[in-house]
């Protein structure tokens, strides 16, 4: 793994990606989120990545928490510091969520032979 590097300057389109993305978001849900094409979101997701050293989705969620809480990364890998990053993995939603509301997933629904979609709030 190649080391990351989560306190690099990022532009504020690609932190709220990266917010998006540590929260589980979806390439599509954000790209319909922010109004904008899923090729745009794929690429500041690749600029995000090639940045902070990152491989994976995992991998930015770690750089998101540090970045949020100001942690340095090699916290988050020691074992004693395990349940630490679970109670910050699962406190994400709670912290993230009510004050993010810019991100409003959609989901769609098989209703018989017809499509309906519809907006969750």
């Known amino acids: 793994m190649k080391e990351l590097k989560p306190f690099v300057c990022l532009t504020k389109r690609q932190q709220e990606i990266l917010e998006a993305v540590a929260c589980g978001y979806s390439v ?3 790209a319909i989120a922010m109004h904008i094409s899923h090729a745009t979101v794929s690429s500041h997701i690749n600029n995000i990545k090639e940045v902070t050293g ?17 942690l340095p990364v090699k916290v988050l890998f020691k ?25 409003k997933p959609t989901r769609s629904l098989r209703i018989r032979s017809r ?3 519809e907006t969750i709030y």
Request: charged share 25%; net charge positive; hydrophobic share 45%.
């Open 79 to 103: 074992k004693r510091f395990t349940p630490l990053v679970l109670f910050l993995a699962l406190s994400i939603t709670q912290i993230v969520m009510p004050e993010s509301d810019k991100l």
């Open 54 to 70: 990152a491989q994976k989705a995992t991998e930015l969620s770690i750089v998101w928490l540090c970045r949020h809480f100001d």
């Open 115 to 117: 499509r309906k979609t």
């Open 28 to 30: 599509k849900e954000i």
